[in-house]
């Protein structure tokens, strides 16, 4: 089934931000008639301390930053990618015979801590569906600690703008550059200044 286009005015202005230790990335983009259209990108610099083993610990400091970036560039919603080394991926498989494809969601949510070493609770997760085998569904389960990603998304808040998608560094990176439906291996190599 294909899905509606969506009109252009019902389209969000998305502003999407990498925030590491000591630097931030930002891109912009519109689509336009011939394609999409980069409207604005840039990085600059976070203070050493500020975020220590991808934890926000100076939040003014990040606040700050951002509120600058943010109006600078007329920014109202935020795209933010999480650092990888504090979530987890899990490749899995799930019979048909004991969940149907609307359930997915759910059975994984019962399934959690089989999964991730952190309570329930304390866990925000997504999948994505693979594939449907035979007589099973492979899935790729991402998830975070919630209180990590909440104070990303307060500081985002705080600074002016509404956070409204956050994913793991690593699958926003891959969801650029690797074209939608391949099917072959690929390697990615992510090389900060650092």
């Known amino acids: 089934m294909r899905l509606p286009k969506v009109p252009r005015f019902l389209k969000l202005p998305l502003f999407a931000i990498d ?5 931030y990335k930002y891109l912009s983009l519109e689509q336009s008639h011939g394609g999409i259209r980069l409207v604005t ?8 301390g500020t975020i220590q083993n991808s934890e926000i610990r100076e939040q003014g400091a990040l606040r700050a ?9 007329y920014v109202r919603f935020v795209a933010c990618s999480l650092p990888d080394e504090r979530g987890f991926i899990r490749s899995l498989k799930l019979l048909k015979t004991n969940v149907k494809k609307e359930e997915i969601g759910s059975a994984l949510s019962l399934q959690l801590d ?16 693979v594939s449907e085998e035979g007589d099973h569904f492979d899935i790729v389960l991402r998830a975070f600690p919630r ?21 793991p560094k690593l699958g926003a990176i ?15 190599l992510n090389i900060n200044s650092t």
């Open 19 to 23: 925030i590491a230790e000591n630097s």
């Open 41 to 48: 990108s840039g990085e600059g610099k976070i203070p050493q």
């Open 65 to 73: 930053i951002l509120q600058d970036l943010f109006q600078k560039n």
């Open 114 to 129: 089989a999964h991730i070493p952190l309570p329930p609770s304390e866990v925000v997760f997504d999948y994505t569906l």
């Open 147 to 167: 209180a990590l990603v909440d104070s990303y998304c307060q500081v985002i808040a705080e600074a002016g703008a509404l956070p409204i998608f956050v994913e």
């Open 174 to 188: 891959a969801r650029a550059i690797i074209p939608r439906g391949t099917t072959e291996s690929s390697i990615l």
